[in-house]
């Protein structure tokens, strides 16, 4: 079965870089959910698209956009990047708008290292 | 403020013998809970869940006990595999502040030793 597909899957960049890491929802799903895990800690939710429109957003800096566009894939922006934004990366789907009845799908996240 | 809680980063079990983890929240206004397992290098798989209006949701090997009263949440694990070894996530999901949110915990390393 088709997965969420995230690339790249590692990146490495310098302070004050820009990143853009793409998101490709399973088919018929409508809705993506980035995350921001650090080493050692839990999934943080940054931001969310239903319908490519804006659903929520959580503790997403101002330096970091999203936006979905009309084939349902996403794609996270990361501007002046510093040495904290180095975590693993990830994107999530589920079909409907993020209600507590739809399981959210995984990709295997993006690993982005700042040097 | 952690709402979703995994007071044991790490837990050993023996194989075949019952996992247990734990997790505990505090917002009384999630009304589903979730348990994710996460492979190295893989994102979080979708593994249990169950609903408010439930206390016990069993498939195969795990089940997942619930009880509102005490915040609190569980995933047993019987017999316990070797596949198991891996880092659990608990979370909660419910309407906060007018948006569907979904907290999660901050994992538990399960170790399954043969």
């Known amino acids: 079965a088709a997965g969420v597909i995230q690339s790249p899957r590692h990146l490495i960049k310098e302070k004050r870089e820009t990143a853009t890491l793409k998101c490709y929802p399973i088919?018929?799903?409508?809705?993506v959910y980035w995350y921001q895990q650090g080493p050692g800690q839990d999934p943080q939710f940054l931001i969310s698209?239903?319908?490519?429109?804006?659903?929520d957003k959580g503790s997403i800096p101002d330096r970091f956009s999203a936006q979905q566009f009309s084939d349902y894939h996403s794609e996270l922006n990361m501007s002046s990047l510093e040495l904290g934004d180095s975590a693993l990366y990830f994107c999530?789907?589920?079909?409907?708008?993020?209600?507590?009845?739809?399981?959210?799908?995984f990709g295997p996240g993006t690993r982005l290292t700042v040097l | 403020d952690q709402q979703v809680k995994q007071n044991s980063p790490s837990l050993s079990v023996q194989e075949g013998r019952i996992s247990i983890l734990n997790c505990d929240y505090t917002n009384s206004m999630f009304d589903y809970f979730l348990w994710y397992k996460k492979y190295p290098a893989e994102g979080p798989t979708f593994l249990i869940s169950i609903s408010s209006i439930k206390d016990k949701n069993e498939d195969g090997r795990f089940t997942v006990f619930l009880n509102k009263s005490a915040k609190h949440l569980s995933l047993h694990i019987v017999p316990s595999q070797p596949g198991d070894s891996a880092v659990y996530f608990c979370a909660a999901s419910g309407e906060i502040q007018g948006a569907q949110k979904l907290v999660f915990g901050q994992g538990t390393r399960l170790t399954i030793n043969p």
């Open positions: 088919p018929r799903h409508d809705t």
């Open positions: 999530a789907s589920s079909k409907g708008a993020g209600g507590a009845y739809n399981e959210q799908f």
């Open positions: 698209f239903y319908e490519k429109m804006q659903s």
